[in-house]
């Protein structure tokens, strides 16, 4: 059970590829929202910087390296069992091939196609703000 008012603040990455597709992941059925769809990334641990959670993060699940990422938005909200601060950053450079290191499926999927894959609530503004027009480009 988590305690009332602690709020989990979580690096994510929107990863975009040569051709605009974005990779999602699948959750471990016995994870928090586990066999939904999310975007990949994790906890902010003490005295780390988004930006630094984020290139650990996608490295430990991914076996990627981020070298470009911005700011997208932030999205907090309350599942009831738990609480988490979303801090979105879109990766349009990285190293590597994605894979899913820790035995997650993942894919990579066209934008125009996010709408068919189920996803937590808390990232439903994120599928919304890549809708809205994210590329590589921007």
């Not at 040569?18 to 990949?40: C, M, S, T």
């Not at 984020?54 to 999205?75: D, P, S, T």
């Not at 990285?94 to 996010?114: C, K, M, P, R, Y």
Request: aromatic content about 6%.
């Amino acid at each position: 059970m988590v305690e009332q008012g602690i709020v989990v603040h979580v690096a994510v990455g929107v990863i975009l590829d040569q051709n605009d597709r974005v990779l999602i992941a699948k959750r471990a059925p016995g994870q928090h929202q586990g066999g939904l769809w999310e975007f990949p990334g994790g906890k902010v641990d003490a005295g780390e910087s988004v930006e630094q959670a984020l290139a650990r993060e996608l490295h430990e699940e991914l076996a990627i390296g981020v070298r470009a990422c911005r700011e997208l938005l932030k999205v907090q909200h309350d599942y009831g069992d738990k609480s988490v601060l979303l801090d979105v950053w879109v990766v349009s450079q990285f190293t590597g091939v994605a894979h899913g290191n820790e035995g997650q499926e993942i894919a990579w999927v066209s934008i125009d196609t996010l709408c068919e894959y189920q996803f937590p609530a808390a990232n439903v503004a994120i599928v919304r703000a890549i809708e809205a027009g994210l590329s590589r480009k921007d």
